[in-house]
């Protein structure tokens, strides 16, 4: 079942196109990501979904088109630039929000489930930066919505805390939660996301899973190590998966497609090289997004 449909979706402000024909849908208990650089049109577009600007042009459907009250009981949504006032605490917020719902989940629940029972009656402003975007997430939830849309959800977080927040959202969309996530870190959509809409200056570029968006650009593999003795590079530019070979110092870098590392190792073996410090890179986001529009996303 298709949760939300964007069709051909426009949003200019000013003179400046933001959001320039947008397209896409997302289905029933996937975590669908929209994906791009800051200023392509992310929070923009997701902001019409949630029905806090109106589109210039193009449609925006939500559960079968529900609006006002309606959707507003079956739409949680967590906005990049939201905040609470420091002095007002953890309960005291869940408890403010789950009143503006006529069937709102146990917010004490709630808390257990998002990490933060123990911080039930910290003022927001002594909570660290993870425990607010915790906290934001259960706010997003406490009305049992259906769908969920979180915007940038862990930027300015250490690692671990980025870490906590994707097992938490995680553990949403198995509680059958649909999650409509905006994001530019690479590493939280491959892991994440069961489909992704790249947008770039406004546009939708592709729109498909982490791994078919990789696929796009060939399947491409870097291979990198230091050999134990000389030898011609005929030895490996002969093979039909390197597309390219480079020396570096000691270093050498091959680039290709297919079983590239057996093809390397079978070679170099035949001509008595061991390969030390040997790393293989894979193809990821960040290579699919450069060559789907000729920029580095990160």
Avoid at 14 to 39: A, C, H, K, M, Y
Avoid at 153 to 175: F, N
Avoid at 183 to 208: K, W, Y
């Amino acid at each position: 079942m298709k949760v939300i449909e964007v069709s051909n979706l426009r949003k200019q402000y000013r003179d400046q196109l933001v959001v320039d024909d947008v397209s896409f849908t997302v289905e029933e208990g996937e975590i669908f990501g929209v994906l791009g650089p800051n200023g392509a049109g992310k929070t923009t577009t997701v902001e019409c979904v949630a029905g806090l600007r109106v589109p210039d042009y193009g449609t925006v459907g939500v559960l079968g088109g529900l609006t006002g009250t309606e959707l507003r009981e079956q739409l949680g949504v967590q906005l990049q630039s939201s905040t609470l006032p420091g002095k007002l605490r953890v309960w005291e917020a869940l408890d403010l929000y789950a009143s503006f719902y006529r069937a709102p989940a146990d917010w004490a629940e709630l808390l257990e489930r998002v990490g933060l029972a123990d911080k039930r009656d910290t003022p927001y402003g002594k909570l660290s930066g993870g425990q607010q975007q915790r906290l934001s997430i259960a706010l997003a939830l406490v009305g049992s919505p259906r769908v969920a849309i979180l915007d940038e959800l862990t930027t300015g977080l250490d690692p671990q805390a980025r870490r906590d927040t994707w097992e938490l959202i995680e553990r949403v969309r198995d509680d059958g939660v649909t999650i409509l996530l905006v994001t530019h870190f690479m590493e939280e959509a491959e892991r994440l996301c069961d489909r992704l809409a790249l947008i770039d200056s406004g546009r939708l570029v592709a729109l498909d899973s982490p791994a078919g968006l990789i696929a796009k650009v060939g399947g491409r593999q870097t291979v990198r190590f230091r050999p134990s003795q000389p030898f011609d590079d005929s030895v490996l530019k002969a093979l039909p998966e390197v597309t390219e070979m480079r020396r570096s110092g000691g270093q050498i870098t091959v680039t290709g497609t297919g079983d590239l590392l057996l093809a390397i190792t079978t070679a170099l073996s035949a001509a008595h090289v061991v390969p030390a410090d040997l790393r293989v890179e894979q193809a990821n986001l960040d290579d699919a997004f450069l060559g789907l529009t000729g920029k580095k996303l990160s």
